[in-house]
């Protein structure tokens, strides 16, 4: 069974707080080979850092402030935020971007921390997360500034977007990761759009506890259920099931900088 990596979880989540243990070794059993536990606030960063060095073969952290906890951040998180960054097993920065949907923070705060992730991201050479809720068009243009012209070092989490966003983001040099939408059974549009993604620029993840997959939709998600997502992908490339992981696999540890262990410790 070819190795998976799911770039996108909340291992910390109070959904896995009773059985963590049983989780990881359910994913471990299904082949995914590590996780990336991310950070949405100071607290969930400082989480999910605690959990890497708990299993540092299977969980690699990533850690900010997420667009709608823009506004609860105390003074002195965003410097403790940063400070997290620089430990050697965060691997990336975030998640970070903007969110329309929920509102819960004014766009210029939004806009100020994402400013800010891109910024931690190009200093200290991590690839930066990020979140885009009805916000592709404002989210693109803060990266196009941002990028003046040189290629990103990002990913587009739980991608969701139209077919312009996609090219565009591809322009600026991103990964295109996507979630357990592009498994629903009505979402062939956004199958279709999957399509365009080059294959070494694709990712998967299962942005657990949420968003399970086709066939386990309103269930609470883990990572083992990241192999649905991978499996709907090598259908939609028109690829064994091994090919697609073979190569989300390689996208993960390319861009950041990761490799899954070959025989994991059993979780405890």
């Not at 590590?34 to 540092?56: C, F, Q």
Request: net charge negative.
């Amino acid at each position: 069974m070819t190795p998976l990596i799911d770039t996108h979880c909340h291992l910390d989540a109070e959904a896995f707080h009773q059985d963590l243990p049983d989780v990881l070794q359910n994913a471990q059993q299904a082949g995914v080979a590590h996780m990336l536990s991310i950070g949405i606030t100071l607290e969930t960063s400082e989480a999910a850092v605690m959990l890497a060095n708990r299993y540092p073969t299977l969980i690699s952290a990533v850690v900010g402030i997420q667009p709608n906890y823009a506004s609860e951040a105390k003074a002195g998180d965003w410097d403790r935020v940063a400070d997290l960054a620089t430990h050697p097993r965060v691997v990336g920065i975030g998640e970070t971007g903007l969110d329309k949907y929920w509102d819960f923070a004014p766009l210029d705060v939004q806009t100020d921390y994402f400013i800010r992730h891109l910024d931690l991201s190009q200093r200290i050479q991590k690839p930066f997360v990020v979140h885009c809720r009805e916000a592709e068009a404002e989210v693109i243009a803060v990266m196009q500034k941002f990028a003046s012209g040189r290629p990103l070092n990002g990913i587009m989490h739980s991608f969701c977007g139209s077919a312009e966003s996609l090219r565009q983001c591809l322009e600026l040099g991103m990964y295109i990761s996507f979630a357990g939408m592009v498994t629903f059974r009505k979402n062939d549009a956004l199958r279709e759009i999957a399509r365009n993604v080059p294959l070494d620029r694709i990712l998967i993840e299962t942005d657990s506890p949420y968003l399970a997959p086709h066939p386990n939709r309103g269930k609470r998600n883990e990572p083992a259920w990241v192999r649905f997502t991978s499996n709907c992908l090598a259908e939609v490339f028109g690829i064994s099931e091994d090919e697609f992981a073979r190569q989300s696999t390689e996208n993960a540890q390319r861009i950041f900088g990761i490799k899954p262990a070959s025989s994991p410790a059993n979780p405890s």
